[in-house]
């Protein structure tokens, strides 16, 4: 079978980023707020107080330093607390076409394709802005392209699991060249009213281009070794906002209608699964680990990358081996591992291995063994 390499990504970063400082700030105005407003009922026992965060604690919960967010002034508004985007006509962009249009132009332009080059066009994100028509759709009109386009979810992993789509497409033939994006507003699903997660999450775009080797002819391509694929149903982490919601209109507007999850049951059970799967495939391909020379993991906690990639390696990781951008952009859900290996692969020659790996809310686990042409 002829070699399905990536030949091109793209990363759109939005223009407006908050500290964690800022956030801290705008978090604890609401605490305090919070606690003076509901004196009486927290010295009665009956409301729990709002604790305060810090920026230390956000740190060494995750690693994370600040995020990219597509409005900031809305989420730093003690009063609102949630992004301020606009509702757009039916005859405008909406916001995530935008964001995708913009991450494609840059993978395309890295691959060396024209939208006459790409037939098929594959949005792989967390959040939806919308049912129908489907995301993909809108984004291959704005872009000219002719062919076919659906969205998927699978959390986190969405990219993952969109790359073996991708492969799987072309290598049967009913796509020659795939656009796949993961344009995700992660802080429209986050609530920064909890202090266990209101720092968790960025927004972003990232695109990649899969096709067949025998058409790719950028300078950087990527052959797909193998995907492997995993699901394990778990309520540690979920979202419970759906066009369901109205037929009872008593869960309107409470906290399980956004983010939440279980932290430290995610911790101690999505670790060891990913590491094993990892460890699992490449053993199956007759791959040592130590001759990876990188893993680009999904980012969303520092402290779960630096378990995964030691028990993978069987020593402690550098930087090097894997590399973080949740400092600078927070878990960007199924982008995160994405940005990563867009940012951090200048230094691959010829038949350097990689691996390329996403985790979350299912449990899902996608991991991809890439290979430098």
């Known amino acids: 079978m002829t070699d399905i390499v990536i030949s091109g990504t793209g990363l759109y970063t939005p223009t407006e980023s908050i500290s964690n400082e800022e956030l801290v700030e705008s ?5 305090d707020a919070f606690n003076l407003e509901n004196a009486e009922g927290i010295a009665s026992g009956d409301i729990k107080a709002r604790a305060p965060s810090s920026v230390e604690f956000i740190e060494k919960a995750s690693g994370i330093k600040s995020r990219y967010v ?10 609102r607390m949630a992004p301020s985007l606009a509702e757009r006509s039916n ?18 332009a890295a691959a060396g394709k024209t939208a006459d080059d790409i037939d098929m ?52 033939g ?47 391509q990527y052959v797909v070794v193998d995907t492997k694929l995993q699901t394990i149903f778990s309520n540690n982490i979920r979202n419970n906002f759906g066009f369901l919601n109205r037929g009872d209109e008593s869960g309107v507007g409470k906290a399980d209608k956004l983010f939440v999850q279980e932290g430290r049951k995610v911790f101690k ?28 993991l999904h980012q969303a906690n520092l402290s779960m990358n630096q378990l995964i990639a030691k028990r993978v390696l069987g020593r402690a990781p550098t930087e090097d081996d894997a590399p973080t951008i949740l400092d600078e952009y927070a878990n960007t859900s199924s982008a995160g591992s994405v940005i ?34």
């Open 27 to 31: 978090f604890n105005a609401y605490a």
């Open 70 to 79: 597509m409005n900031k002034s809305g989420i730093l508004d003690p009063q």
């Open 91 to 108: 005859e405008e962009p909406s916001i995530q076409c935008e964001m995708a249009v913009a991450a494609s132009g840059e993978a395309m």
């Open 121 to 172: 066009v594959i949005v792989a994100c967390s959040n939806l802005q919308r049912a129908y028509p489907a995301m993909a759709v809108e984004i291959q009109d704005a872009l000219g392209i002719t062919g076919f386009g659906f969205d998927m979810n699978v959390a986190c992993s969405s990219a993952t699991f969109g790359i073996q789509q991708a492969r799987d497409a072309i290598a049967s």
């Open 174 to 220: 009913s796509a020659k060249c795939v656009l796949l994006l993961s344009p995700e507003i992660c802080s429209g699903h986050l609530n920064f009213r909890d202090r266990d997660a209101h720092f968790i999450f960025g927004d972003v775009c990232t695109a990649v281009i899969l096709e067949s080797a025998q058409t790719a002819t950028s300078a950087d």
């Open 269 to 296: 059970e999505v670790c060891p699964a990913v590491a094993t799967q990892i460890t699992t495939q490449i053993e199956s391909l007759g791959i040592e680990s130590s001759e990876l020379k990188r893993m680009w």
């Open 340 to 373: 990563a290996f867009h940012k951090h692969r200048d230094d691959f020659v010829s038949g350097d291995l990689g691996l390329l790996c996403s985790f979350g809310a299912g449990y899902s686990i996608g991991s991809v063994v890439l290979r430098k042409v």
